[in-house]
Structure formats: structure tokens, C-alpha cells
């Protein structure tokens, strides 16, 4: 049973910076690509970004790409999301997800493509 934990959501100003973390377990963690996703309020769960298994390849959203890093520490079984010059947009509930394919080369940016998912943790950001 996959589980994947969210944490390091909160309130910040705009202009401000906050990093997200998932931690996983259940299957082997370095086998398997990572997103991020978040879903504001009445609007569509969207993609953020990826990585691969290996850490080798990362994909962003243009809204956000320049501001947020993608990362994975393997040994931790932890993907990391750091977001810096966050904007009032990009509240959103943030959850991580995990690919259901085994070292796959193309991470998918739909949200129906990826089987386990976090709890979310809630960013704000004020103006």
C-alpha cells in the first residue's frame, strides 16, 4: 500500500517563499516519477511539476516555471517542492502524486494518469 504525505503548506505573502515535501512508502520509491498538483478553490485539480525517477528529467507548468524546483532525495523516499515568488495565484491545496509505471521516461500532466495520491497540504498566499 503506497502512502504519500504532504507537509510544509502554510501562509506566506506574496513574494515569499515556502517548500513542500512528500514523503512515500509502500514501494520501491526510486523506481517511480513524482508530481505535484494543487486545486484552488471551485477550479480543476492542475499540474505543477514533475520528475523522474531518477531525479534526471523535471517538467514544470508555465505559470510556474522560473519560480518552483522540483526534487527528490531517493535515500529519503521525499520529493520536495520549493516555490519561491509565490503570487495570491497560487493558492491552492498542493497534493503530490505518484506515477503507477515503473521508471517511466514521460511523466503524464493529468492528474487521471497518476494512481497514488496525498492528502494535500494547503498553501495561501496573501497579497
Known amino acids: 500500500q503506497v502512502q504519500l504525505v504532504e507537509s510544509g503548506g502554510g501562509l506566506v505573502q506574496a513574494g515569499g517563499s515556502l517548500r513542500l515535501s512528500c514523503a512515500a512508502s509502500?514501494?520501491?520509491?526510486?523506481?517511480?516519477?513524482m508530481g505535484w498538483f494543487r486545486q484552488a478553490p471551485g477550479k480543476e485539480r492542475e499540474f505543477v511539476a514533475s520528475?523522474?525517477?531518477?531525479?534526471?528529467?523535471?517538467y514544470y507548468a508555465d505559470s510556474v516555471k522560473g519560480r518552483f524546483t522540483i526534487s527528490r532525495d531517493n535515500a529519503k523516499n521525499t520529493v520536495y517542492l520549493q516555490m519561491n515568488s509565490l503570487k495570491p495565484e497560487d493558492t491552492a491545496v498542493y497534493y503530490c502524486?505518484?506515477?503507477?509505471?515503473?521508471?517511466?521516461?514521460?511523466?503524464?500532466?493529468?492528474?487521471?494518469?497518476?494512481?497514488?495520491w496525498g492528502q494535500g497540504t494547503q498553501v495561501t498566499v496573501s497579497s
Open positions: 520528475i523522474s525517477w531518477s531525479g534526471g528529467n523535471t
Open positions: 509502500g514501494r520501491t520509491f526510486s523506481s517511480y516519477g
Open positions: 502524486a505518484q506515477s503507477p509505471v515503473r521508471r517511466a521516461v514521460v511523466l503524464p500532466t493529468t492528474p487521471d494518469a497518476y494512481t497514488y
